[in-house]
């Protein structure tokens, strides 16, 4: 099997940053809050995308409301 060198460093790198704060994830989650306020970059927030069923439905509604469509309109 193939070994990424790169790969295996952030591995390693990933396992001592854990091993440092005996696995606690609430520990490790402190850290980072803690490391992001003292980097002062800014922090924001996306808001989530619709879902595609959301998107196809209300399409699908707007073109059944479209006055050029006429594939509805059979006489």
């Known amino acids: ?4 060198e790169i790969v295996e460093e952030i591995h390693r790198i990933r396992e001592e940053y854990s091993r440092s704060f005996n696995h606690d994830l609430k ?4 850290d980072l809050q803690k490391q992001q306020a003292e980097s ?4 924001v927030s996306l808001l ?3 879902s595609l069923a959301k998107r196809w439905s209300r399409r699908s509604r707007d073109i059944s409301n ?3 469509d006429t ?5």
């Open 1 to 4: 099997m193939f070994k990424d």
């Open 27 to 30: 520990a490790i989650f402190a």
């Open 40 to 43: 002062g970059r800014e922090v």
């Open 48 to 50: 989530p995308k619709p």
């Open 66 to 68: 479209d006055p050029k």
């Open 71 to 75: 594939s509805q309109h059979l006489t």
